[in-house]
Each structure stands twice: as structure tokens, then as C-alpha cells.
């Protein structure tokens, strides 16, 4: 077995000279031969901090009482990221697209289908955040079977 541990963190100024945060730390055991497959474990790894960056993300952009973002952006600069569903939270991000056409790709799946199925949308782009993240996972853990649990 092979252990990876991802941690990410993030610090965002407010008004009066405050400042809130949010990290994770996200561990997965993996099949010791990842390591004579220096690219997928990459994309392994990329995947992980990608969920832990999106939990972050998300958890600094919904504390109550708050807009979540300190300047008015919506915290990485690409503007329409933030626009809101159906259920007023944020869509998925650009990584969390890029992965999971990856994972579909790698894995022979028809993404398309996939989610008018689960979630009645056809473009990955339309998930929420949280969608997306728990779509990655839930991929990611019919690869593995044993890696479903990410803990925060």
C-alpha cells in the first residue's frame, strides 16, 4: 500500500483588517504499483489536490454572514466560476471538468450520460461544486474500490 497525504490551506482578508481561513488534509491508499507509473500517480495526486482545494474553496465561500470573498472577486480570478445553480451554490470548477472528463476518458464512460442519469444535466460544467467533488470521488473509488475515503 502507498499512503499520499494532501494538505491545502488558504487565508482571505476581510474588512478591519480580519482574516478567516480553512485547510484540509485528504489521505488515500493506493496500490503500491502507482510508483512504476510516475504519470498516473500524478494524476492521482492532481486529483487529490484538486478535492482538497475545491473543499476549501467552498468551505470559505459559504460561511454565513459572508460573500466569501474578500475583495469581491470570486477568489481565483476567472469570473464566471462563481455564477450559481439551481440550489445557489457554486458551479464546479475548471479543474474539477478537466478531471472528470479525464477519469470518463480513461475509464470508457459516456460522461454525458452519466449525468443526465444522475443529475439530469449533460455538461460536467453544470454540477455544483459539491457534485462535481463527490462524482470525482465516486470515480475514483469504482477505479480502486478501496479508496473512497478522503479524510478531511
Known sequence: MLKINVGFNRKVGEANYGSRGASVNLELELDSGLVGEPERLKDRIRQ??????????????????????????NGNGNGP??????????????????????????????????LQERFGIREPAELTITEASSLIQDLNGATNGHCRGGKT
Open 48 to 73: 487529490l489536490f484538486g478535492l482538497a482545494k475545491a473543499s476549501v474553496d467552498e468551505e470559505l465561500h459559504s460561511q454565513p454572514g459572508t460573500n466569501g470573498h474578500a475583495n469581491g472577486s
Open 81 to 114: 466560476s462563481h455564477v450559481r445553480r439551481r440550489d445557489n451554490t457554486r458551479r464546479a470548477t475548471a479543474s474539477q471538468v478537466r478531471a472528470l472528463n479525464t477519469i470518463a476518458e480513461r475509464r470508457q464512460l459516456h460522461l454525458a450520460s452519466l
